[in-house]
C-alpha cells in the first residue's frame, strides 16, 4: 500500500507564492511519474504539471513560465513553486504517484488534496 500527503496549500494575494509538497510512503520499490492536477469548483480537473523520473517535465499552457514541478527521489517527494499566483489558480492541488510497490506490483496513489486560494 502507498499513500500520499500533502501540504502546502493557503490562501495567498494575486502575484504571492507558495510551495506545494506531497510524499509518498509504503512498500514502494520505484516511482515512475509524479503529478500535480487541479480542480476547481464546476470545472474539470486538469493537469497542472507533472515529472517522470528522468526529470523531464510537463506543464499546463495556463502555468507555463510561473510554475516549477521538481522531486527528491531520495524523499519519494514531489514539489510545486508557484509563483505569479491568479485567481484562477484557485483550486484543490491532488498530487499523483505511479511506480512499483515491493514484489513487483504496479500502483497508483492519490493525494488527499490541499486548497490553494488566490485573493485580494
Known amino acids: 500500500q502507498v499513500q500520499l500527503v500533502e501540504s502546502g496549500g493557503g490562501m495567498v494575494q494575486p502575484g504571492g507564492s507558495l510551495r506545494l509538497s506531497c510524499s509518498a510512503s509504503?512498500?514502494?520499490?520505484?516511482?515512475?511519474?509524479m503529478d500535480w492536477y487541479r480542480q476547481a469548483p464546476g470545472k474539470q480537473r486538469e493537469l497542472v504539471a507533472a515529472i517522470r523520473s528522468g526529470g523531464s517535465t510537463i506543464y499546463g499552457d495556463s502555468v507555463k513560465g510561473r510554475f516549477t514541478i521538481s522531486r527528491d527521489n531520495a524523499k519519494n517527494t514531489v514539489y510545486l513553486q508557484m509563483n505569479g499566483l491568479k485567481p484562477e489558480d484557485t483550486a484543490v492541488y491532488y498530487c499523483n504517484v505511479e511506480g512499483l510497490i515491493t514484489g513487483g506490483s504496479r500502483f497508483s496513489a492519490w493525494g488527499q488534496g490541499t486548497q490553494v486560494t488566490v485573493s485580494s
Open positions: 509504503g512498500s514502494i520499490f520505484s516511482i515512475g511519474a
